[in-house]
Antibody
Framework: EVQLVQSGAEVKKPGESLKISCKGS????????IGWVRQMPGKGLEWMGI????????RYSPSFQGQVTISADKSISTAYLQWSSLKASDTAMYYC??????????????WGQGTLVTVSS | DIQMTQSPSSLSASVGDRVTITCQAS??????LNWYQQKPGKAPKLLIY???NLETGVPSRFSGSGSGTDFTFTISSLQPEDIATYYC?????????FGPGTKVDIK
């Protein structure tokens, strides 16, 4: 079974750093892009960026470029999303999802269960 | 960047009703459009890919159509388990955009 399992909920203070993880299993981790999606409380889905674990090629949404860093460790089939200095506005649920593409088909499936990040003083 | 809009933002319908959601892209995206369902407290789930193809295991009451800039998502007969928010999503050369979502509930 193809599965993405994310790290647990985090409570942090403004200015702190954070790295959350997304571990893939049941497929060749290095052969599929992994994307990250933000969902602020009561709001919609926002694509943040995507990484190809095979060679760490990474693309960011302009809205998130410079705000977060996406990385991957293919030796342990894990992708990461990190912040160097959190803000209260980073409070959100964060999802990872595997990108499937074939010809002109392209979608995110499956998704991780989400990691809730709360930033509060 | 390609922008996506959806309408309505929310709707309330009776069990058995036909429900239609529209999604519009700011430029021609051909058929590069997916639909996801997100139930409260859950991760999104793929329902429709490439504008009109039903994902394996998804009930046939869900369907999608359209191309270019205008797309439609339909639930032919609304069921209680369809209470969720539905998102369209475009893809273009490793750049992705979600629509703002349509919340569907039971009247």
């Amino acid at each position: 079974e193809v599965q993405l399992v994310q790290s647990g909920a985090e409570v942090k203070k403004p200015g702190e750093s954070l790295k959350i993880s997304c571990k893939g299993s049941g497929y060749s981790f290095t052969s599929y892009w992994i994307g990250w999606v933000r969902q602020m409380p009561g709001k919609g889905l926002e694509w943040m960026g995507i990484i190809y674990p095979g060679d760490s090629d990474t693309r960011y949404s302009p809205s998130f470029q410079g705000q977060v860093t996406i990385s991957a460790d293919k030796s342990i089939s894990t992708a990461y999303l990190q912040w160097s200095s959190l803000k209260a506005s980073d409070t959100a649920m964060y999802y990872c999802a595997r990108r499937f593409s074939s010809g002109w088909y392209d979608w995110f499936d499956p998704w991780g269960q989400g990691t809730l990040v709360t930033v509060s003083s | 960047d390609i922008q996506m809009t959806q309408s309505p933002s929310s709707l309330s319908a009776s069990v058995g009703d036909r429900v239609t959601i529209t999604c519009q892209a700011s430029q021609d995206i051909s058929n590069y459009l997916n639909w996801y369902q997100q139930k409260p407290g859950k991760a999104p789930k793929l329902l429709i890919y490439d504008a009109s193809n039903l994902e394996t295991g998804v009930p046939s009451r869900f369907s999608g159509s359209g191309s270019g800039t205008d797309f439609t998502f339909t639930i032919s007969s609304l069921q209680p388990e369809d209470i969720a928010t539905y998102y369209c999503q475009q893809y273009d050369n490793l750049s992705f955009t979600f629509g703002p979502g349509t919340k569907v509930d039971i009247k």
